[in-house]
């Protein structure tokens, strides 16, 4: 267990319909980045918060994903008329910017869209 | 923008045998990080292991050990006496040194270790 939460384990949803995540990272973390990790792949880049100010989205991030981190907490991700290449293992990346030895993944959120 | 690029998908090894997965990578970056990052079957991501890039010495830490070539861009794992519980995928990642530090990572090897 490496301090970062994450919540639902697993979703399984219909096409077309909303679905969002959250992530709860470590409490002196102030940075926090999600990822999607496809089947046989390595996780790619979503979205970084310094705090909560959301300071990068990855082209990756169509307008069918919003992410928000209120008051530089918990963070959530939300996604809009899922379609079935959203389907992934969604991970959240707990980090604190004055040391690099202190970058903690959660355990995902695997998201099947049938 | 980096990339990252592993070479072997799968790899095996005899237990307590030694195992080294390949990394390259290509940046126009001076300053950087890498990092091999394990991710056992059903289980968290965890860090291995982290290399500055400023730094001659390759890192230890105590079963791994990395092979740094700074000018050939190579970024490879060493597992000695490998054990079961080293089966896993392995991600190389990269991360520069300022801004937006994103971890940019590569497709991963399997590791089997054969009992």
């Known amino acids: 267990d490496t301090g970062v939460s994450q919540d639902p384990r697993h979703k399984i949803t219909k096409r077309g319909q909303n679905v969002t995540f959250r992530c709860d990272p470590i409490?002196?973390?102030?940075?926090l980045y999600w990822y999607r990790q496809t089947l046989g792949q390595g996780p790619e880049f979503l979205t970084y918060f310094q705090n909560e100010a959301q300071l990068e989205k990855s082209r990756l991030l169509s307008d069918r994903f919003s992410a928000e981190r209120p008051k530089g907490s918990f963070s959530t991700l939300e996604i809009q008329r899922t379609e079935q290449g959203d389907s992934a293992m969604y991970l959240c990346?707990?980090?604190?910017?004055?040391?690099?030895?202190?970058?903690?993944f959660g355990p995902g959120t695997r998201l099947t869209v049938l | 923008a980096q990339t990252v690029t592993q070479s072997q998908p799968e790899m095996s090894v005899q237990e307590a045998e030694t195992v080294t997965l390949s990394c390259t990578y290509d940046?126009?970056?001076?300053?950087?990080?890498l990092f091999w990052y394990k991710q056992p079957p059903s289980r968290q991501m965890i860090l291995v292991i982290r290399q500055e890039a400023y730094k001659q010495q390759n890192a230890t830490e105590n079963r791994f050990s990395v092979n740094f070539q700074k000018a050939a861009k190579s970024f490879s794992l060493k597992i000695s006496d490998s054990q079961l519980g080293d089966a896993a995928m392995y991600f190389c990642a990269f991360r520069r040194d300022f801004g937006n530090e994103k971890l940019t990572f590569g497709t991963g090897t399997r590791l089997t270790i054969i009992p």
């Open positions: 940046t126009s970056e001076s300053d950087y990080y």
């Open positions: 990346l707990s980090d604190r910017s004055s040391s690099y030895n202190e970058q903690f």
């Open positions: 409490s002196e973390h102030n940075r």
